[in-house]
């Protein structure tokens, strides 16, 4: 079946120290991806997505992602975390192949400690 | 432009009673879709409608329905509520018809949500 990994469900990291958090999917073909992020009490926002071509995408709020097909990840990065990204992350999958339902992963929680 | 406005934010229903919650998409969006996220689960797709048309639909039951009117604007129905139906329900807009269909234009823009505890 489709799925989505995130393995982490918890992270926390300090302020001004360097992110990564990690996506695997498991599709045949090439999917579309994205990002979206989830501050208290709101809805979700793209941060990025890779569609096709260069597999480092660059998002909004400093964020990246790099799109490793032979490991089937996502893994999502930033250099240097502000108090702000302080939030729940999602990754998400199309598989164009498929449906085009758009399968949301578990997402991971990032705690900033000052 | 206003985003994704979603009625009501907050709701108590009681099992076994039913609700109904609404969309507003963004000025221009054709494509409305709904999610359920909750703790356990996560965000999962619920369904999604294009011009008055359900386009897709996720696994769930069928007290879980929902419709499009001529303006873009969508409802969600949940009858016979049961306590697990408790979650945040998440609506979204976007261009195309779907993500794959629509590329870019594909992109979903969120509402806020709509939390609903079964009591």
């Known amino acids: 079946a489709q799925s989505v990994t995130q393995p982490d469900i918890h992270i926390t990291v300090s302020e001004g120290a360097s992110l990564e958090l990690r996506c695997n999917y498991s599709y045949g073909a090439t999917p579309y991806l994205f990002w979206y992020v989830q501050s208290p009490g709101q809805g979700l926002q793209l941060l990025l997505k890779?569609?096709?071509?260069?597999?480092l995408v660059q998002g909004i709020k400093g964020f990246e992602a790099e799109f490793k097909r032979s490991q089937s990840s996502f893994n999502l990065r930033k250099p240097s975390v502000h108090w702000s990204d302080a939030a729940e992350y999602f990754c998400a999958v199309v598989d164009l192949n498929r449906d085009d339902k758009i399968i949301f992963g578990k997402g991971t929680r990032l705690h900033i400690l000052p | 432009k206003a985003g994704v406005t979603q009625t009501p934010r907050y709701l108590i229903k009681t099992r076994g009673q039913q609700v109904t919650l609404s969309c507003s998409p963004i000025?221009?969006?054709?494509?409305v879709s709904w999610y359920q996220q909750t703790p356990g689960q996560g965000l999962q797709f619920l369904f999604e409608y294009f011009s008055e048309t359900q386009r897709n639909k996720g696994n769930f039951p069928g007290r879980f329905s929902g419709r499009q009117f001529s303006n873009s604007r969508s409802e969600m129905n949940v009858s016979t509520l049961e306590l697990g139906d408790s979650a945040l329900y998440l609506c979204?807009?976007?261009?195309?018809?779907?993500?794959?269909?629509?590329?870019?234009?594909?992109?979903?823009?969120f509402g806020e949500g709509s939390r609903l505890t079964v009591l």
């Open positions: 890779y569609f096709s071509g260069d597999t």
């Open positions: 979204a807009s976007s261009l195309a018809p779907t993500v794959a269909a629509g590329g870019n234009t594909g992109e979903l823009f």
């Open positions: 000025s221009g969006h054709r494509s």
